[in-house]
């Protein structure tokens, strides 16, 4: 229903934020990382996730596109909630989370607050293949910090129809300080050749 959204965080909890959007304030349930980001100056882009259950409507954002396709991948394994999945993407990067199902290191998948052997098992056998070498989740997050120009750039990119992989992939080594005007300059220039 909701692909992100614009406003100024106003607030923030042990676990969520909360999200000024047009004078309504939104609960937002967020992981560490959008937490710990740099998100608090002035007017944000909250990627976000409606999920609607026989008794409960929450919202789920983060600031950038990674991790919000990570916790959707995520709560794709049977057992793995909305809740769960946020404490697994406050425990670790979503780069870290990437290794550790490709290399089936249960042990840092449960390090999460709720994940036993067994669901780690599950989520390693039920992802290892989406998040394996040649996925749209493959060094992605490696590419980008959160709040960053290059992540602005990315998305500038991807909104005109640009294949984010593709973006993501040719992005390696660029100074993510420059102005978002030259990042997406350099990337078109890259991606022209």
Known sequence: MFEYMI?????KKKDYIVLLVNNIAYKVFTSKETMESDIYD???KIYMNLVVREDDM?????????ELDFFSLITTVNGVGPKTAI??????????LQKAIVTNDEKALMKAHGIGKKTA???ILELKDKVSKG?????IASV???????????????????NKYEITSIAKGLDETMEVEDLIKELLKRLSK
């Open 7 to 11: 406003g100024q965080v106003v607030d």
């Open 42 to 44: 002035g007017e944000v």
């Open 58 to 66: 929450s919202l789920y954002g983060f600031a950038n596109r990674y």
């Open 87 to 96: 404490g697994i993407l406050s425990e670790q990067k979503v780069i870290d």
């Open 121 to 123: 098992q599950r989520i």
């Open 135 to 139: 996925s749209e989740f493959e060094d």
């Open 144 to 162: 980008v910090s959160v709040g960053s120009n290059l992540n602005e750039a990315i998305e500038a990119l991807c909104s005109l129809g640009y």
